[in-house]
């Protein structure tokens, strides 16, 4: 298959969801369901089955601490903070210092400590106690703009809490489903996370964001590797649809 026939893709114009993305490119919609239903088949036998936590605020947090850094170090330093502070307001009471100390394994502790002391006030004064729990009475519009407000949560963090811990459809963009967009060939090297989101969210199903999102996750640590891609390894490569191996690095990484 030639490469430029998986290059098929139409024009949108932007909704008001979209921000100043005034135009969006959007892969085939067949191309991108039949990839995602090759990694469903690859990847998807290891999920269990989707669940939201009863306190998105914890959710938030730990979003917040995996932050340029591993899965590892960032389950290590939320296990840390909440065995030292068991309620998110004994994290509020607590100095700086102490979280900072508790969360160091996640790295970039003072920076983090210093937005969760942030976020736990502002969302104390807000709602009046430190918990999200009323973000599901809440539209989604109205909660996406409460995150959004919230110190260090960019577009990933809030589509996380809107994903994983309220069950509503975002499809968050970390560095590996990034890198696997830009190879596959279904966005621009030049599209940056919150533009790669807006497009995915055009093409898949919302019922498909939450598995989509994990399997390209898990193709990204498995095969697609950032440094070096085990092309013959994969099935998409076998199958023609990707066109990273005929067009070679396109600034995934």
């Known amino acids: 298959m030639k490469k430029m026939e998986r290059k098929a893709a139409v024009t949108i114009t932007s909704r008001a969801s979209l921000g100043d993305i005034v135009d969006l490119k959007l892969p085939d919609q067949r191309w991108v369901l039949e990839v995602l239903e090759i990694l469903a088949g690859l ?14 605020l914890d959710g938030l947090i730990l979003t917040v601490l995996s932050q340029n850094t591993n899965d590892k170090n960032r389950d290590r330093a939320y296990a840390l ?21 508790v969360i160091r394994p996640a790295g970039l502790s003072n920076v983090k400590a210093m937005r969760i002391k942030e976020i736990l006030k502002i969302v ?10 009323d973000l599901r009475r809440m539209k989604k519009g109205d909660i996406v703009e409460f995150l959004s407000s919230l110190p260090g949560v960019g577009p990933k963090t809030v589509a996380c809490v809107l994903l994983f811990d309220l069950g509503l459809p975002a499809f968050p963009v970390d560095t590996h489903v990034g ?7 279904w966005v621009s090297a030049k599209c940056s996370p919150p533009e790669i989101q807006k497009i995915m969210e055009s093409i898949i199903p919302e019922e498909l964001y939450w598995s989509a999102h994990l399997d390209l996750i898990s193709h ?14 994969c099935p998409l490569n076998e199958r023609k649809l990707c066109l990273y191996p005929l067009e070679g690095d396109v600034d995934g990484r």
């Open 124 to 133: 104390s004064d807000r709602f009046g106690d430190c918990s999200l729990r």
């Open 220 to 233: 990204g640590r498995n095969i697609c590797l950032a440094r070096r891609p085990q092309c013959g390894e």
């Open 179 to 185: 890198r696997l967009c830009k190879r596959i060939g």
């Open 43 to 56: 990847w998807g036998y290891l999920r269990p089955a989707r669940m939201t936590r009863e306190e998105p």
């Open 81 to 101: 903070l909440k065995a030292r502070f068991p309620k998110w307001d004994e994290v509020l009471a607590a100095t700086h210092e102490e979280i900072a100390s």
